[in-house]
């Protein structure tokens, strides 16, 4: 009998993974087994027999219980179960996010909050960041690939005389800001808290750390976005900060005169 074989027979009945679940909680007859799962006593008595040949459960009187390998089988399908959610969930974020997702832990993405464009949803995830600027902030790093009039009235209205804010933008986002939102772009740019740094190359991706909470979104080729994840996790929030100070080492501060065309 084979691995593979071992896996058909767990996933061939669906009262067969919610049998080891029960056990794993306390021995059981067949008789309570079946009551506990909603199956028939006669299908409890036949996955038994096959967790038992098997060795992923053992009879002990007249009860039976998970083994140590029955436990271990349990806590690896269950950890498959969760990548299988984690990547359905994140199959569009990481579809259009590029490569700077690959350092991050795709299961510490999955444990923040997700929110995806849809239908019914369009603007699910500039929602969701318009929710996280909603008021003043203490401090705002950013990182953007587009210029929105949206996202500029917000993140203007976040800013109070204390609030410190850094931009990292790109040369197409600067250029498109000289030409559609120049007022805004200059009144910025006098903020003695506010800094405006130019990347060295296209940006692919949306950043946004406010008051140690991170905002990661994901654009499709035409600008739009079409994900984001965000959370306040320690650790996702150290990657953020550390994506955002490499970054910025590698960007030059936009100066005045870069400002006007």
């Not at 299988?84 to 974020?93: I, S």
Request: aromatic content about 8%; proline content about 4%; hydrophobic content about 40%.
């Amino acid at each position: 009998m084979t691995a593979r074989d071992d896996i058909a027979f767990l996933v061939g009945s669906e009262c067969r993974v919610e049998t080891l679940r029960a056990l794993r909680e306390e021995p059981l007859r067949p008789s309570g087994l079946a009551e506990e799962v909603s199956c028939a006593r006669e299908t409890a008595q036949r996955n038994l027999a096959g967790f038992t040949e098997r060795s992923w459960v053992t009879k002990q009187n007249s009860s039976y219980r998970l083994t140590t390998a029955g436990q271990m089988v349990l806590q690896r399908y269950e950890q498959l179960e969760q990548s299988v959610e984690n990547a359905k969930n994140l199959d569009v974020f990481l579809s259009n996010v590029g490569p700077v997702a690959e350092a991050v832990d795709t299961d510490l993405l999955a444990a923040q909050t997700v929110t995806t464009s849809t239908p019914e949803n369009p603007h699910g995830p500039i929602d969701r960041w318009l929710s996280l600027v909603d008021g003043v902030v203490d401090a705002y790093y950013g990182v953007t690939p587009i210029v929105s009039r949206v996202f500029n009235e917000a993140a203007a209205q976040s800013i109070g005389p204390d609030t410190h804010m850094e931009l990292v933008i790109d040369e197409s986002v600067l250029e498109a800001s000289r030409e559609k939102f120049t007022d805004a772009l200059e009144l910025a740019y006098e903020l003695d808290q506010f800094v405006l740094w130019l990347a060295p190359s296209d940006l692919e991706y949306g950043l946004a750390i406010i008051d140690d909470h991170v905002w990661f979104a994901a654009y499709d080729d035409f600008g739009n976005i079409v994900a984001s994840v965000d959370g306040d996790d320690e650790e996702f929030v150290e990657w953020a900060y550390d994506r955002y100070t490499d970054l910025r080492e590698r960007s030059a501060q936009a100066e005045p005169e870069s400002l006007s065309t």
